[in-house]
């Protein structure tokens, strides 16, 4: 299952302008197919976005919508940096 993490910077007047952007996309993009989890919070200098899917091809139905394209047009422009995108695995430890 992957869980994607991403950091986006952003200049302190625009955090809350970001969180407002992914809490207005937050219910459609948790009730696609496959999706487990997906979460904004704001840290020290922007918001970092942590979701989990069910497969890597739900995963890629995400980034291929219309909700990804609405938080890339509308996140994106407030960045002062490139966003930082990072994708884990999900690993169970044996008992």
């Known amino acids: 299952m992957p869980l994607?993490?991403?950091?986006?910077?952003?200049?302190p007047d625009d955090t809350q302008?970001?969180?407002?952007?992914?809490?207005?996309m937050r219910e459609e993009i948790v009730a696609m197919e496959g999706n487990l989890s997906f979460h904004a919070f704001p840290i020290d200098g922007g918001v970092v976005v942590l979701h989990e899917w069910?497969?890597?091809q739900a995963f890629a139905a995400y980034r291929n919508s219309p909700a990804f394209a609405t938080l890339i047009a509308t996140v994106k422009p407030l960045a002062?940096?490139?966003p930082r995108s990072r994708l884990f695995e999900e690993y169970v430890a044996p008992a």
Do not use: N, W, Y
């Open 80 to 82: 002062t940096q490139v």
């Open 54 to 56: 069910r497969s890597h």
């Open 4 to 11: 994607a993490l991403i950091e986006v910077s952003l200049g």
């Open 17 to 24: 302008k970001a969180l407002a952007s992914f809490a207005a």
